[in-house]
C-alpha cells in the first residue's frame, strides 16, 4: 500500500509515500476508518512519508521531553525551532526505527522521515504507537475536537461520556450499561467534535478491531466510586478544569492550548456536566435514566 | 511589598464567566497538564505581574480598580504570589 485514507472522528487523513522503499501496513485496528476517498470541500490532514537518515535538526532545540519507557527505552520528544516543530519518536518495534515527524500547528500536516537505518523495503504504519496516537491528538486540537480519557456510551438516545483515571470505573460502569442494552461508543478513549450545532462522541482506532462509531453527547460525567449514587451538578471553570485534567494535552504550543480551551469551555457550556459518585451495580441505570428525565423535563 | 516578580513561562489565560482559567505552555512533561483556576482580581493581577512592578505598585492598582482596602488588598496579593509561585520569579 503506498496510499490510503483515515476517516477518525470525521477529519479525513491522506497517508501517502513516493518513496520506493516503503510501504504501508496499517494496524488491524484501522481497518473500520480506512475511506474510499476525501468528501468534497474537505481539507485532509496530508502526511507524507519518506524513508532517510536522521535530518539534521541544528535550529531546533528540545522543547518537550518524555521520561524513558520502564523498560528503559527512548519515547519521543519535541522539538521546536520557533516556527515549526518536529516530533521525535521511535517506533516500539523489532527495528526500533526513529521518526522524525514534522508539523506546523496552524496546519498539522506532517511530513514523516523514518531513519530505517539503511534497511530495504520497510513496511510501516505511520499510525503506530507512539507516533499515531501524537498525530491523532494534534490534528483533532487543530480542528477544535478533543481527545479524552473516557468511556463513551449511548444510552435512551442520550450520549454520555464517563471520565475518570485508571480504576475509577470508566470500563465497569460501560460495561453495566451495555448488559441493559446501551451501546458502548469506547470504554477508554474519545474524540469529541462539533459539528453543527451539537458535539459528537467518536471512537478511535485501538489496537484492536472495532466498527467506527459515534453518537451526540449530552452529559460529561467526572466518575468517583462511592457506597451510593450521587450527582452533583457542576458549571464554569469548575467543569472546564475537570474536564481538562482528563484530556490528552502536551501544552507545548500556545496555539493547541488555546483551541482545547476553547473547545472545553464550549462542551462545558452546551452539556451536562457533573461529578457521578457511583456504586457499581445495576441501580446506576435507573439513577442515569433520572439524571437525563430531570435533565429534559 | 517591595518585591518585583516576572512570568516564568508563558501562559494562557482563559475567561470562563466571571473567572479565569490559566494554563503555563510547558516545558517538560511533568509540567503539562497544569491549570489554575483564577477569580477576576487574580487575572487582573496576573496581567500586572511583568517584571518591572513592585507587588506593592501592584496593590495600589488593585486598590483603584476595586472595593479593597491594602492591608486586604497587600494580604492577598501575597496568598495569590504564593499560589502561583511555580510560574513566577523573583528578579
Redesign the interface.
Known amino acids: 500500500l503506498k496510499k490510503y485514507i483515515l476517516n477518525i472522528a470525521d477529519i479525513y487523513y491522506s497517508v501517502e509515500t513516493d518513496d520506493h522503499n516503503i510501504s504501508f501496513q496499517p494496524g488491524i485496528g484501522f481497518s473500520d476508518f480506512m475511506a474510499d476517498q476525501i468528501p468534497e470541500n474537505t481539507q485532509p490532514i496530508k502526511i507524507k512519508v519518506n524513508a532517510g537518515s536522521s535530518p539534521g535538526l541544528k535550529d531546533y532545540t528540545t522543547i518537550f521531553d518524555t521520561p524513558l519507557s520502564p523498560d528503559g527505552k527512548k519515547l519521543w520528544r519535541i522539538l521546536g525551532n520557533g516556527e515549526n516543530f518536529c516530533l521525535h519518536a521511535f517506533y516500539q518495534n523489532i527495528n526500533h526505527d526513529e521518526v522524525f515527524a514534522f508539523f506546523h500547528p496552524d496546519d498539522v500536516n506532517w511530513d514523516i522521515v523514518i531513519n530505517t537505518k539503511g534497511r530495504q523495503n520497510i513496511t510501516t504504519d505511520p499510525f503506530e504507537y507512539p507516533l499515531g496516537p501524537i498525530i491523532m491528538l494534534y490534528s483533532t486540537l487543530i480542528n477544535n475536537g478533543i481527545m479524552v480519557h473516557a468511556s463513551g456510551v449511548r444510552m435512551s438516545d442520550s450520549g454520555f461520556i464517563f471520565c475518570g483515571f485508571s480504576g475509577t470505573g470508566k470500563s465497569t460502569i460501560a460495561e453495566i450499561l451495555e448488559q441493559s442494552g446501551a451501546a458502548v461508543i469506547n470504554d477508554d478513549r474519545l474524540i469529541i467534535r462539533k459539528r453543527e450545532d451539537q458535539y459528537i462522541i467518536h471512537n478511535t482506532p485501538m489496537f484492536y478491531h472495532d466498527k467506527r462509531k459515534q453518537t451526540p453527547l449530552h452529559f460529561c460525567l467526572f466518575l468517583k466510586q462511592s457506597p451510593e449514587n450521587y450527582f452533583t451538578p457542576m458549571t464554569g471553570v469548575h467543569a472546564i478544569s475537570h474536564l481538562s485534567s482528563f484530556c490528552m494535552q502536551h501544552n507545548f504550543s500556545k496555539k493547541l492550548i488555546q483551541n482545547q480551551l476553547e473547545t472545553i469551555a464550549d462542551i462545558c457550556t452546551n452539556v451536562s456536566c457533573g461529578i457521578l459518585e457511583f456504586y457499581p451495580d445495576f441501580n446506576v441505570i435507573t439513577f442515569l435514566e433520572n439524571i437525563h428525565k430531570n435533565k429534559t423535563k | 511589598m517591595n518585591q518585583i516578580f516576572r512570568k516564568k513561562n508563558?501562559c494562557?489565560l482563559?475567561k470562563?464567566?466571571?473567572?479565569?482559567?490559566l494554563?503555563?505552555?510547558?516545558?517538560?512533561?511533568a509540567?503539562?497538564?497544569?491549570?489554575y483556576?483564577l477569580n477576576e482580581v487574580g487575572a487582573f493581577i496576573w496581567e500586572k505581574i511583568d517584571g518591572s512592578k513592585t507587588l506593592a505598585e501592584i496593590v495600589q492598582e488593585v486598590i483603584a480598580e476595586y472595593d479593597v482596602d491594602e492591608k486586604t488588598a497587600s494580604k492577598d496579593i501575597l496568598h495569590f504570589t504564593e499560589k502561583i509561585k511555580d510560574l513566577i520569579e523573583e528578579i
Open positions: 508563558e494562557v482563559k470562563a464567566g466571571n473567572e479565569f482559567l494554563v503555563p505552555i510547558a516545558d517538560h512533561i509540567s503539562m497538564n497544569s491549570l483556576t
